[in-house]
């Protein structure tokens, strides 16, 4: 008998420790984020979607050096380079991405083809809705990736 009234006590000692800590997360602050209906917030340094930027003239930044497509550790940037014309001029410079891809079935977020490019043409977003049961949905075309320009936001 004196060690069914120990086996009690302990249970009960077990299910009071058990409901402290229940009782202590209740009352303290919720950490998780109540995603999708808040949005998540980022550190300044996560690296999410790119974005290829512009300049203060509204002009793509991007030269078409292919710099960043030979550092990419995952071969995930295609790109193809066209002269700028004295009618059509979409860079500062000689040339411009005519095609600019990053296909994000490969790509790991390293970050090199940020840290190679000269211009600062590209840089991490916070993007991060990147799932798809479709992996050819995953190229991010140009178009996708330019931030609008100045005339347009
Ligand atoms: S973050 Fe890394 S893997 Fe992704 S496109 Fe840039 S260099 Fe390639
Ligand atoms: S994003 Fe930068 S590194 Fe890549 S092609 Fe354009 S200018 Fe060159």
Same mark, same amino acid.
């Given at each position: ?10 249970? $009960? +000692?077990?299910?009071?420790k ?6 202590? =997360?209740?009352?303290?602050?919720t950490?998780?984020? /109540? @995603? ?44 193809? $380079? +066209? ?10 410079? =000689? ?7 990053? /296909? @994000? ?11 190679a ?33 100045? +005339?347009?936001?």
């Amino acid at each position: 008998m004196p060690g069914k009234i120990s086996e009690i006590l302990d249970s $009960a +000692a077990a299910i009071a420790k058990g409901m402290s800590v229940t009782f202590g =997360e209740m009352m303290s602050p919720t950490v998780t984020e /109540d @995603y999708p209906d808040t949005p998540p917030k980022f550190q300044e340094r996560y690296r999410g979607r790119h974005i290829l930027r512009r300049d203060e003239n509204g002009l793509e930044k991007c030269v078409a050096c292919f710099l960043c497509s030979v550092a990419c550790p995952a071969d995930c940037i295609y790109i193809e $380079a +066209a002269d700028n014309t004295e009618l059509v001029r979409i860079s500062g410079s =000689e040339r411009y991405a005519r095609v600019y891809n990053i /296909d @994000y079935s490969r790509c790991i977020f390293c970050g090199y083809c940020v840290e190679a490019c000269p211009t600062d043409a590209i840089t991490h977003g916070h993007g991060f809705e990147l799932a798809a049961y479709d992996t050819s949905t995953l190229i991010c075309r140009k178009e996708q990736l330019l931030e609008a320009s100045p +005339a347009k936001s």
